[in-house]
């Protein structure tokens, strides 16, 4: 049988591609143990959450299967659909002015100062936590001894009760967690700022456009990938709020500050009725989804127009 000249020599392999094997390879034994974590303390009690929310389980006796009927029970469920409303307005309040001041505050450190010691000064209140940011408010913004409350009685308007009324309960735990979180999401949105061309501003001044058209026609769609990010991270922390009311309200007055993620915890931790606090989870999951890849095709966050 003849043999040709390139069935006698092996093709050599480019160095390249050798290169990009042994990468690969070295990649992989990064990402290994974040990857293992990821199935053990992510995936696994996900796959497990779910499988829970088709049972009833009071943690003491074996789980026993029974269907649907904690979904047809949090569908009936008043207390759910109330928590859900709260939640939602939480979100928009929280996401809407965070959004805002943390964009006004970037947008003023990109064009007044970029002085690093003002950066960690906005970032101071993000190193406190929850817990201890919503234990000062609650002091500062006590019905008789908070001295938010005396500043409003010696300037001539009445007492607030912060957390004690239904109307202001769930406003003043948004104020307490924009005031902890704006400084972090204005570095993020800082972050997206430098990466926008500084010769598209300059072309806008010798076009005679004002720092508002600027801000309109330029920063604002080239930002928008950022931004789109932004809004997705900060709506998924928003969903779990649960520190700050636990602390706070505890859910009052009269249901008004029960947000989803605590009335999971009720039924967890309180009352044991681990199956139905599952389907409440899997529920949130399945709304968290919806909303994050609503967010994602709307604001394009995929997308650049840096090209």
């Known amino acids: 049988m003849a043999t040709t000249t390139e069935d006698a020599v092996p093709r050599s392999v480019p160095e390249g591609v050798k290169k990009r094997r042994d990468d690969s390879r070295l990649a992989w034994l990064f990402i290994l143990p974040a990857l293992i974590g990821l199935l053990l303390f992510y ?37 759910f659909w109330n928590a859900v409303r709260v939640t939602l307005y939480y979100v928009v309040l929280n996401i809407g002015i965070q959004t805002v001041v943390a964009l006004v505050i970037a947008v ?51 007492r607030i009760g912060f957390f004690t009324t239904e109307a202001w309960a769930i406003p003043t735990i948004a104020g307490v967690n924009v005031w902890r979180h704006m400084g972090y999401t204005a570095l993020l949105i800082f972050a997206g700022l430098q990466a926008i061309p500084s010769n598209l501003y300059e072309a806008g001044r010798v076009d005679g456009a004002s720092e508002v058209r600027m801000f309109r026609s330029i920063t604002v769609p080239l930002l928008r990938p950022i931004l789109g990010l932004v809004l997705i991270i900060s709506v998924i922390g928003s969903f779990q709020v649960f520190d700050t009311v636990s602390v706070t309200t505890g859910g009052g007055p009269v249901n008004a500050s029960r947000v989803l993620q605590l009335y999971i915890y009720e039924n967890a931790f309180a009352e044991f ?4 606090a599952a389907a409440l989870s899997v529920a949130m999951l399945a709304i968290l989804i919806v909303v994050t890849f609503a967010q994602y095709r709307v604001t394009r966050a995929g997308q650049t127009d840096l090209n």
């Open 43 to 79: 995936f696994w009690p996900l796959v497990r959450g779910i499988a829970l929310s088709f049972t009833s389980w009071d943690l003491l006796s074996p789980a026993q299967f029974i269907g649907a009927e904690n979904y047809v029970r949090m569908v009936q469920d008043p207390v």
């Open 108 to 158: 003023l450190m990109q064009r007044l100062t970029r002085s690093a010691m003002l950066r960690s000064l906005i970032l101071a209140p993000y190193l406190v936590s929850n817990v201890v940011a919503a234990l000062v408010f609650f002091w500062i913004l006590d019905f008789q001894l908070g001295i938010g409350n005396q500043l409003l009685e010696w300037i001539g308007l009445s």
């Open 273 to 276: 009725n681990f199956g139905y």
